[in-house]
């Protein structure tokens, strides 16, 4: 392993930690409070914002990097934020209604899409391998959307969905940025997620300022999956391939699954258990290979 993809997988570790904290606290939100998908992206990203403007624009440094960002990957960010924030529109909507632990797991699906991806964009071709992880995957997903009492089916179509946005964004940003500035990047697309989101709530009238509480905890919970996660998550880019970067991050959901059984008493079944196993084992099968594209 060159020291490039230690650094790439420490990226990766740093955002799985941070994106299961981010998941973990919005998901107690939506079982506490009766608060819209939108309103809990709108506030805990625009918290973020405010709290880490004064970093950026307290240094002539940090304020060019942004400028370059905006000039240089300004079209890529725009339209992978666009996606990422129909995305987790979709899969807020599904959290407020699901349990944790189906939910964490489908969402995972997005490293079946970026296999797809690199297929119909990049003139890649499917190996045996990659068929049989797939047809896996498929058998998983079904078993965990068939969870009752747990998950609906509208709701697992909603993650996978938003799962498939999510991989739109990633793909782009492989592609189209050779070099990707991850601190500044995350930075605009807080900002970008709060004009999308406060504009799409007056657009169908849902917008509400919640209480100081709920603002102060979605917006902790944002800074550290949002900011600081998305910040990793872009910077490990530079230095693992796609399929590397989803790979590290299968182990989340299995955290995630845990943290509901045990601390938010999410029942504990046999189908969970194989549904999340085959779905895991076949994205393993997926992401573990070396693939070639056409020269």
Do not use: W
Request: charged share 15%; hydrophobic share 55%; proline share 3%.
């Amino acid at each position: 392993m060159t020291g490039n993809e230690k650094k790439g997988y420490f990226f990766v570790f740093l955002t799985g930690v941070f994106f299961a904290f981010e998941v973990i606290g919005f998901k107690e939100v939506f079982r506490r409070y009766n608060l819209a998908p939108e309103m809990a992206a709108l506030f805990g990203v625009g918290f973020a914002f405010l709290v880490v403007t004064p970093f950026f624009l307290s240094s002539s440094k940090r304020r060019k990097k942004v400028i370059l960002t905006i000039q240089r990957d300004g079209l890529v960010l725009l339209l992978g934020t666009f996606s990422n924030a129909m995305g987790i529109l979709l899969y807020y909507y599904a959290l407020k209604q699901t349990d944790l632990g189906p939910a964490a797991i489908l969402i995972k699906t997005t490293v079946l899409y970026n296999v797809i991806l690199g297929v119909v964009f990049l003139g890649e071709r499917f190996k045996d391998r990659e068929v049989f992880g797939i047809v896996l995957a498929m058998v998983g997903i079904y078993l965990i959307s068939t969870l009752e009492g747990q998950i609906n089916l509208l709701s697992a179509l909603c993650i996978l969905i938003s799962a498939f946005l999510f991989a739109i964004q990633s793909y782009m940003i492989k592609k189209y940025i050779p070099e990707i500035l991850g601190l500044e990047y995350a930075y605009l697309r807080l900002f970008l997620l709060c004009v999308f989101f406060f504009l799409y709530s007056l657009s169908i009238g849902s917008f509400l300022i919640p209480k100081l509480p709920i603002i102060v905890m979605l917006g902790f919970f944002s800074l550290l999956g949002y900011f600081l996660g998305r910040a990793f998550y872009f910077e490990a880019h530079n230095y693992l391939p796609i399929s590397k970067l989803n790979a590290t991050l299968l182990i989340e959901p299995i955290f995630l699954m845990f943290v509901g059984i045990f601390f938010m008493n999410e029942p504990l079944d046999l189908q969970k258990l194989v549904g999340g196993g085959v779905i895991l084992l076949g994205l393993y099968l997926i992401v573990f290979h070396k693939r070639k594209g056409k020269p």
